[in-house]
């Protein structure tokens, strides 16, 4: 049995979008410009800041007005149905929603925008991910019930993990050129205590490592480990695991993922598999 592991590229979760989205069109333009930054509340009671982003290397020139309720939106490419469907279906939000969302997840790299974010951050990047703001404007949730355009526009954003040195806030990045001009897009600087993806891997990765784990799965818990890797959104490793015996109890699992975390210095997710993975 070959077993996964799985590590990220930092622009490896927009290639999907950029598959299957070639276009969007511009929007009639009637709300006044949005502001361009807001301060977000400190992460840590004494945060030591050292880093923030220069925003003026981030944003194009523009005297645009921006429309982010478009009523229609004319493709100009076919999409397919079935992945747009599935797009509307995880993250709730109307058929225009979608398609203004998966412009400006285009948007970002035809702009130049995600890899300007990445040259200034360099080592101090922890992950980015795209998802809904928390309430307390702090995390990330994953939309669990319908999402009207107006939540849409206020909630939905580029989340950019940082490691805790590099100031938190929101920024309103005006799109000038891609499919996505006329629209914004709320960039919010993320400061986290969790480790990159590369830390990361470069701990589970190990070989030694990698075999202690195995080892505790199968011999003490009688699972199969089928990948390992570091997911984005909520910075933790996720570990997938097939029982052939059947899933064990909530609190052998919990035992477990603790082990884990205790053996590994990691943040453990685990994920129960069904069956085993085909290779």
Not at 30 to 54: G, H, R
Not at 146 to 158: F, G, H, I, Q
Request: glycine share 4%.
């Amino acid at each position: 049995m070959r077993i996964r592991i799985i590590k990220v590229n930092k622009i490896i979760f927009l290639a999907l979008t950029s598959l299957i989205l070639n276009g969007c069109s511009q929007a009639v333009t009637t709300q006044p410009p949005i502001p361009k930054a807001v301060e977000l509340p400190k992460v840590n009671s004494k945060p030591v800041t050292t880093k923030a982003i220069d925003w003026s290397k981030i944003d194009k020139p523009n005297n645009l007005i921006v429309d982010n309720f478009p009523k229609e939106v004319t493709q100009r490419y076919q999409i397919d149905d079935v992945m747009m469907q599935s797009f509307i279906s995880d993250s709730k939000v109307s058929k225009g929603q979608a398609m203004r969302i998966l412009a400006m997840q285009v948007g970002v790299q035809d702009e130049g925008v995600l890899q300007g974010l990445f040259d200034q951050l360099g080592d101090d990047l922890v992950a980015a991910s795209w998802g809904f703001a928390t309430p307390d404007q702090k995390g990330i949730r994953k939309a669990d019930k319908p999402v009207n355009d107006k939540e849409a526009v206020r909630d939905y954003r580029l989340f950019i993990m940082t490691r805790p040195n590099v100031k938190a806030e929101i920024h309103h990045y005006v799109f000038t050129s891609s499919d996505a001009k006329d629209f914004s897009l709320p960039i919010q600087i993320l400061p986290t205590n969790k480790r990159s993806a590369d830390e990361s891997a470069a701990i589970y990765g190990d070989e030694k490592m990698f075999e202690k784990i195995t080892i505790l799965i199968r011999n003490k818990y009688r699972g199969e480990m089928q990948s390992i890797g570091y997911t984005p959104v909520n910075q933790t490793t996720n570990v997938s695991i097939f029982f052939p015996e059947g899933k064990p109890s909530q609190a052998t699992l919990d035992k477990l993922e603790a082990e884990l975390e205790s053996l590994t210095s990691l943040d453990i997710s685990i994920e129960i598999l069904a069956g085993r993975m085909i290779f």
